[in-house]
């Protein structure tokens, strides 16, 4: 069958796998790391976990994305084109600000919980986003342009049929960048308060427990891997389109 073939299918289902089998897999990391008194992680199901992560790479992933194409594409229009440097410093300063001085920040006002992770992980994340958005949209070929406004489009139609479909691939593989490292950072969300793949990582430094950091760092390593291959698909996909249209 095809789809045994596809090493996609069988990294989800050996991230399904760990996930169900990890809580049972005590004889394991007891023969890796003798001598630990609690081997396996078990205070919150992987399951539960694992969900509570990628609704928090989910929900800043979206906003970002919104924030990060929307600021490119405004830029890019006559009227924002003054704009540009202003709004490419603020999303470095955003990339370059650690995310665990935001939740320092964010923490004493917003409280504990997922909401200063999101605000976290939306700084880290945009610009990648709109540094994708910035270079698909300018690479688009000037004749390309003008051809779509010599048959009569509108801006909005240029932007819409043209500029946003030529410029996808670059638009993805940024998307693809910022979604990859929000999955790794995510898990210091675990250090306010949020439940994520994190938590037994935190949990395990705290207490110097290795097999606590091994179980949550190879989930997150594997969640990363999983995605990653799935922007890839996409980004195959997009480029067959464009070949055939």
Avoid: C
Avoid at 71 to 88: D, H, K, N, S
Avoid at 122 to 146: C, D, H, N, R
Avoid at 221 to 233: H, M, N, S
């Amino acid at each position: 069958m095809k789809w045994m073939r596809d090493p996609l299918i069988w990294l989800v289902l050996l991230f399904i796998a760990l996930l169900i089998l990890m809580p049972h897999s005590a004889g394991v990391f007891s023969a890796l790391f003798p001598g630990l008194p609690r081997p396996v992680y078990q205070q919150e199901s992987f399951i539960n976990l694992t969900l509570a992560h990628f609704w928090l790479v989910a929900v800043s992933s979206v906003l970002a994305i919104v924030l990060g194409v929307g600021a490119g594409i405004v830029v890019t229009r006559p009227f924002g084109r003054e704009f540009r440097p202003l709004v490419e410093t603020i999303a470095a300063i955003g990339q370059t600000f650690p995310p665990v001085a935001v939740l320092a920040i964010a923490v004493p006002v917003i409280g504990f919980g997922q909401e200063p992770a999101i605000i976290a992980l939306i700084l880290y994340g945009v610009l990648p986003i709109l540094q994708g958005t910035l270079a698909g949209i300018s690479a688009v070929p000037a004749s390309v342009m003008s051809v779509a406004e010599g048959v009569g489009m509108s801006a909005w139609q240029r932007l819409r049929n043209v500029e946003l479909p030529l410029a996808a691939p670059v638009i993805i593989a940024g998307i693809r960048t910022s979604v990859i490292i929000n999955i790794g950072t995510a898990t210091i969300a675990s250090t306010v308060g949020a439940n994520t793949l994190g938590t037994p990582i935190i949990i395990g430094l705290s207490g110097f427990n290795t097999a606590y950091i091994v179980q949550g760092a190879v989930l997150v390593a594997l969640a990363a891997i999983v995605v990653d291959r799935g922007f890839e698909r996409l980004a195959s996909y997009l480029s067959r389109h464009r070949r055939e249209q």
